[in-house]
């Protein structure tokens, strides 16, 4: 299995920047796919960005398409969330979640993941 490790939340002002990373250990990080889900207080939990293990495939929500970048560096075996034009609905518990494939495709349905991290917060003011 493969654990995940994420860094880098914090206080931001609206329109503000912040890069998430997710640091994976226990397995080849290239043979996963990554996805970045996110959960608001009192909302159900959302799906953010995903990227296949080779990071040749991605897809990202609505909500954050031309904002947000998901990357890997699959040598350092970690993965990247580059938030920017960050707004106060972005406010959330991020997540990074991995799931064994083999490195081909991604997954938008956070429900296919099967290891996650515990969790950073962002919390983006007006």
């Known amino acids: 299995q493969v654990q995940l490790v994420e860094s880098g939340g914090g206080l931001v002002q609206a329109g503000g920047s912040l890069q998430l990373a997710c640091a994976a250990s226990?397995?080849?990080?290239?043979?996963?796919?990554m996805g970045w889900i996110r959960q608001a207080p009192g909302k159900e939990r959302e799906f953010v960005a995903a990227?296949?293990?080779?990071?040749?495939?991605?897809d990202s929500a609505d909500s954050v398409k031309g904002r947000f970048t998901i990357s890997r560096d699959n040598a350092k075996n970690t993965g990247y969330l580059q938030m920017n034009s960050l707004k106060p609905e972005d406010t959330a518990v991020y997540y990074c979640a991995a799931r064994f494939d083999g490195g081909y495709y991604y997954y938008s349905d956070s429900n296919r993941y099967s290891y996650w991290g515990q969790g950073t917060q962002v919390t983006v003011s007006s």
């Open positions: 990227l296949s293990g080779s990071g040749l495939s991605a």
């Open positions: 226990g397995r080849t990080f290239s043979n996963y796919a």
